[in-house]
């Protein structure tokens, strides 16, 4: 088993920044990819960007240039620096990992852009 535990949501004002924080613990042998996903009511859960175990990105086009995904594997965590934050970034943000089988998810954390 796998938990995620996110961190770092909020409320913030159109341009702002925040950064959420997922920390990963229990059975991590065999992880591969780590990443963020967001949902709105009424939509499909959306990859907002992935982060190999290599290093290697990748990042939904509507963020590209405004968030970086980042991963520490020593201390099992992974970070999402969001910058000029939008209305329509509002949505509750999930921490994301795979290993061989199976996915898994944290509890969200939920984000809000709004003057």
């Known amino acids: 088993q796998v938990q995620l535990v996110e961190s770092g949501g909020g409320l913030v004002q159109p341009g702002g920044s925040l950064r959420l924080s997922c920390a990963a613990s229990g059975s991590l042998l065999s992880i591969t990819v780590m990443g963020w996903w967001r949902q709105t009511p009424g939509k499909q859960r959306e990859l907002v960007a992935g982060?190999?175990?290599?290093?290697?990105?990748n990042y939904a086009d509507s963020v590209k240039g405004r968030f970086t995904i980042s991963r520490d594997s020593a201390k099992n965590t992974v970070s999402l620096q969001m910058n000029s934050l939008k209305p329509e970034d509002t949505a509750v943000y999930y921490c994301y990992t795979h290993k061989p089988g199976r996915d898994y998810w944290g509890q969200g954390t939920q984000v809000t852009v709004s003057s």
């Open positions: 982060i190999s175990g290599g290093g290697s990105t």
